[in-house]
């Protein structure tokens, strides 16, 4: 048994994005201040924050294992291929939502495992809600001081299905793609909050087709998968991580029934 197959020990990386979420918080609540990093997208103090908080929970709890995070200094591939178990994060997931203070915006932490990750937990500070999985133990939802309750996908798509996609991504290629899969209602929400729908069984499908990093996708992967869906590219290969010098992720499709056909109205890319 894995150190991670615990469900205390499941419990208390939650905790830990709790505990960055109410830093998140303080900020949002307050005059603050962006920045842009050099490739133009935005940072806040809230970012920062949340990472140091994380960096320092998650050094405590396993300082063995090393941590990559959107807001630190990106490792080269020719060191981090050699890493069979880390931490990777995104202090602050949205940052453009929290900008727009519509609070749309969570903390992922995830635990890779030889390129899979087996632990997961993304909290939405706005709402107190959290997700938290890991793949033997299950996936979970806790919503402000109630008990943890145990969520699964919508195992049977059925007409209209629910599909979520980005407000600023690849309208044009989801649009062409939802004309070809028949009666749906298109949602549109920020961050790793559309898996998290899927997971919970509010959704159907989370069409992404634009950038994505793998601190983007880890933590909601393990949640979604723990609660019987799936992550895969556009030809339903499983995402994985750390596997090559970039970290960008495919376009990819987050689904919870997997006896459907996803992938048909791509046609020859299946």
Known sequence: MNFWDSFEFLQSINLL?????????????????????????????????????????LQKITPEYPILSEESSIVRFEERSHWETFWLID???????????????????????????????????????????????GSFRKRG????????????????LRILASRSHGREEVLSYLSRIGEHELLSIGSSLKFCLVAEGSADLYLRMGPTSEWDTAAAHCVLRA???????????????????????????????????????????K
Request: negative net charge.
């Open 17 to 57: 994005t709790e505990e960055a979420g109410r830093r998140i918080l303080e900020i949002y609540h307050s005059d603050f201040q962006v920045s842009f990093k050099e490739d133009e997208s935005p940072l806040t103090a809230a970012d920062l924050s949340s990472h140091d908080c994380l960096v320092e929970g």
């Open 91 to 137: 202090p602050l997931d949205g940052t453009r939502e929290f900008i727009k203070r519509n609070g749309e915006f969570t903390v992922n932490v995830a635990l890779i495992h030889r390129n899979e990750s087996v632990l997961g937990a993304v909290y939405t500070p706005a709402k107190e809600v959290g997700y938290f999985a890991s793949l033997s133990q």
């Open 145 to 160: 001081l109630k008990a943890p309750e145990r969520i699964f996908v919508k195992s049977s798509a059925t007409p209209p």
């Open 227 to 269: 609660a019987g869906g799936e992550l895969t590219d556009l030809q339903r290969k499983p995402l994985r991580y750390n596997t090559k010098s970039s970290l960008l992720n495919p376009n990819f499709m987050a689904f919870g029934d997997q006896s459907w056909d996803w992938a048909a109205p791509f046609g020859n890319q």
